[in-house]
């Protein structure tokens, strides 16, 4: 899946080196669900090939489209083919790649694959009350506010709400054209 800035690839064992020192970066796994535990090497790739192998989930490396660079991932998690729902999770962990519009392209790209290649209904996420970037971006990508967890989470010593967050297929579908002046945009 190509977009104007990044484009989304399977990723292998072989990618999992790069995983290392973003998944032990406590800046960005302060608004992960993985939290603060150490990862090394074998454990990322154990989680890429155990994703590979899923038939309920699916995995996608984050590049960006000029030079290839890989900068994060993202995939649909807990796929249900019956009721048609399944549930994003997105990490770009080279951190001078945040704030230029790659996180609201990926999560474009793999909405529509959602959408249009498994023939889903409803893609859902979890985030944190305190991660407003992320919040900011399923926004933009056409997410609605589904509800609050209260105090479900804890990070810095104390609690906080998660937001749930959702995009219908007949959301999706009815989501109004993009300026194509705006490279950021898919
Ligand atoms: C969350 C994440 C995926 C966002 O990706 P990104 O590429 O930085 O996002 P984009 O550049 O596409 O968009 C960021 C938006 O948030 C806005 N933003 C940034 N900081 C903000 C803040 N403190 N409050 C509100 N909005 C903010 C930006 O202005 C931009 O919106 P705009 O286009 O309207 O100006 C990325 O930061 C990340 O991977 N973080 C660590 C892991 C994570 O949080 N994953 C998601 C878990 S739910």
Do not use: C
């Not at 290649?117 to 979890?126: F, G």
């Not at 609050?148 to 010593?157: A, I, K, S, T």
């Not at 297929?169 to 490279?183: N, T």
């Amino acid at each position: 899946m190509t977009g104007s800035q990044v484009y989304l690839r399977p990723l292998t064992g072989d990618d999992a080196a790069a995983f290392v020192p973003w998944v032990n970066d406590a800046e960005v796994t302060r608004t992960l669900a993985v939290g603060a535990a150490v990862m090394d090497r074998q454990a990322e790739q154990a989680w890429i090939e155990k994703m590979n192998a899923s038939g309920s989930d699916v995995l996608f490396g984050i590049a960006i489209q000029e030079t290839g660079r890989l900068i994060g991932s993202i995939g649909l998690n807990q796929i249900d083919f019956r009721y048609r729902g399944a549930s994003l999770g997105m990490m770009i962990g080279e951190k001078s790649m945040w704030g230029k519009g790659y996180g609201t392209e990926a999560t474009r790209l793999v909405v529509r694959y959602a959408f249009e290649k498994l023939h889903l209904n409803r893609v859902q996420l979890h985030v944190y009350e305190y991660n407003l970037r992320g919040i900011r971006v399923y926004e933009k990508v056409g997410f609605r506010l589904e509800g609050v967890l209260r105090q479900e989470h804890v990070y810095d010593g104390r609690f906080w709400d998660t937001v749930v967050m959702a995009i219908l297929r007949e959301e999706w579908e009815k989501r109004p054209a993009l300026p194509e002046a705006d490279p950021r945009k898919t």
